[in-house]
Antibody
Framework: QLQLQESGPGLVKPSETLSLTCTVS??????????WGWIRQPPGKGLEWIAT???????YYNPSLKSRVTISVDTSKNQFSLKLSSVTAADTAVYYC???????????WGQGTLVRVSS | DIVMTQSPDSLAVSLGERATINCKSS????????????LAWYQQTPGQPPKLLIY???TRESRVPDRFSGSGSGTDFTLTISSLQAEDVAVYYC????????FGGGTKVEIK
């Protein structure tokens, strides 16, 4: 059974780059049918998709965040990562990683990690 | 972007009664080549990640109780909980995966 776990700093300073990693267990990140994504949720608010990647390197980005986001995959570590640059307080959120098979919705999701942007 | 609008924002239902949540997309999420609606429903309880309940608008995930059902096509969709249980208290989100990915604003379901 696929399991995902987010990791990374819980506090980032304004204007800096937020970096998170998702470790995948119970399956290979190189499985051709899987897509890997990041979604975030500001405290008390709704869900916002950030980006998705296939192990082949194909990427998809939320247009509203595209200029600041990089998603990448490390097959040797069975991990994928998110970088969000020039963060502000508005980027404070719980960040989830998740997987999807082919053209289906994300399932399962990681437990999420809270990232606060503050000086 | 396809905008997803859910209604109501919240609702309170008595135990054992029906709960109905609506979701409207700003454009059709029905893909004509396979006649599938690219619409999913998630359930999120406090402190937990969203859990996928329904995809293709009406296909229930295997572990999901059959009191949950999804319906609709094109731009208008509904999630129905036929007999509300205490464990169904949660926020429910619709999501389209037809073009990019966007979520509705969520509907909070409580016990009356």
């Amino acid at each position: 059974q696929l399991q995902l776990q987010e990791s990374g700093p819980g506090l980032v300073k304004p204007s800096e780059t937020l970096s998170l990693t998702c470790t995948v267990s119970g399956g290979s990140i190189s499985s051709g049918r899987y897509y890997w994504g990041w979604i975030r949720q500001p405290p008390g608010k709704g869900l916002e998709w950030i980006a998705t990647i296939h192990y082949s390197g194909t990427t998809y980005y939320n247009p509203s965040l595209k200029s600041r986001v990089t998603i990448s995959v490390d097959t040797s570590k069975n991990q994928f990562s998110l970088k969000l640059s020039s963060v502000t307080a508005a980027d404070t959120a719980v960040y989830y990683c998740a997987s999807a098979i082919d053209n289906t919705p994300f399932d399962p999701w990681g437990q999420g990690t809270l990232v606060r942007v503050s000086s | 972007d396809i905008v997803m609008t859910q209604s109501p924002d919240s609702l309170a239902v008595s135990l054992g009664e029906r709960a109905t949540i609506n979701c409207k997309s700003s454009q059709s999420v029905l893909y004509s080549s396979n006649n599938k609606n690219y619409l999913a429903w998630y359930q999120q309880t406090p402190g937990q990640p969203p859990k996928l309940l329904i995809y293709w608008a009406s296909t229930r995930e295997s572990r999901v109780p059959d009191r949950f059902s999804g319906s609709g096509s094109g731009t208008d969709f509904t999630l129905t909980i036929s007999s509300l249980q205490a464990e169904d208290v949660a926020v429910y989100y619709c999501q389209q995966y037809y073009s990019s990915l966007t979520f509705g604003g969520g509907t909070k379901v409580e016990i009356k």
